[in-house]
T-cell receptor, first 113, second 113 residues
C-alpha cells in the first residue's frame, strides 16, 4: 500500500540505550522529516532530508542521528536515550520544497525509563 | 527564532456553531499558510492551505481568512460537528523553503453534540 509507515508504533527503552525509529515512504518523495511532538511544544523539527545522502539539522537535533541511504527510508537513531527524549515522534515526507503538502506517518510513542 | 503564534490553546464549541482559530506570523516573506488537522493517535494531515495572493479560501465547511497587512490568518469551521474534534495546527513558511515550516503550538477543539 502506498503511504508512509513508521515502526515501531510503541517503544519502551531504558536510559542510555540506543534505539532506532524507522520510517518508510512509497511515493519517492524527495523530502523527509522527523518531528517530535510534546505537550506545550507542538511539532518540533529534529532533522530533515532533501534527498538520499543529504540531511540537515532542524530545531532540536541534539542526541539524534539520521541517515538516508535510500530515498524511501529515513531512520532516526537515539544514540543514548534520555528521559527527556520521551515523546511522540512523527516522520513526514513531501514531494518538493515548494510549499507542498507534507504527509505524516502514524507516529511512534517512545518512552525512556 | 521566528514564530507563529496560535490561539486559543483550546476551544469548546456546540454542534452547529462556528469554530475560529487564529494565527499570527512574523516574517513578511512567508507565502505559504497551511492548516493541519490531527486526530488522537494519528499524524497531522493537511486540511487546507492558502497563499497570500488571495484573502480567503474555502473548502466545504472549512475557510481560511488571510490578512496580509496584519500578518494574520485564521481557520473558520462552519457548522462544527463532533467529528471535527481534533487538534489543529497552523504553519507558515516561504513556499520554496517547505523544509523549514514554522508551526503554531496547536488548538485542541472539542465540539459538543
Amino acid at each position: 500500500d502506498a503511504g508512509i509507515t513508521q515502526s515501531p508504533r510503541y517503544k519502551i527503552t531504558e536510559t542510555g540505550r540506543q534505539v532506532t525509529l524507522m520510517c518508510h515512504q512509497t511515493w519517492s518523495h524527495s523530502y523527509m522529516f522527523w518531528y517530535r511532538q510534546d505537550l506545550g511544544h507542538g511539532l518540533r523539527l529534529i532533522y530533515y532530508s532533501a534527498a538520499a545522502d543529504i540531511t540537515d539539522k532542524g530545531e532540536v537535533p541534539d542526541g539524534y542521528v539520521v541517515s538516508r541511504s535510500k530515498t524511501e527510508n529515513f531512520p532516526l537513531t537515539l544514540e543514548s536515550a534520555t528521559r527527556s527524549q520521551t515523546s511522540v515522534y512523527f516522520c513526514a515526507s513531501s514531494e518538493t520544497s515548494a510549499g507542498t503538502e507534507a504527509f505524516f506517518g502514524q507516529g511512534t510513542r517512545l518512552t525512556v525509563v | 527564532q521566528q514564530q507563529v503564534k496560535q490561539s486559543p490553546q483550546s476551544l469548546i464549541v456546540q454542534k452547529g456553531g462556528i469554530s475560529i482559530i487564529n494565527c499570527a506570523y512574523e516574517n513578511t516573506a512567508f507565502d505559504y499558510f497551511p492548516w493541519y488537522q490531527q486526530f488522537p493517535g494519528k499524524g497531522p494531515a493537511l486540511l487546507i492551505a492558502i497563499r497570500p495572493d488571495v484573502s480567503e479560501k474555502k473548502e466545504g465547511r472549512f475557510t481560511i481568512s488571510f490578512n496580509k497587512s496584519a500578518k494574520q490568518f485564521s481557520l473558520h469551521i462552519m457548522d462544527s460537528q463532533p467529528g471535527d474534534s481534533a487538534t489543529y495546527f497552523c504553519a507558515s513558511n516561504k513556499a520554496r523553503n517547505n523544509r523549514k515550516l514554522i508551526w503554531g503550538l496547536g488548538t485542541s477543539l472539542a465540539v459538543n453534540p
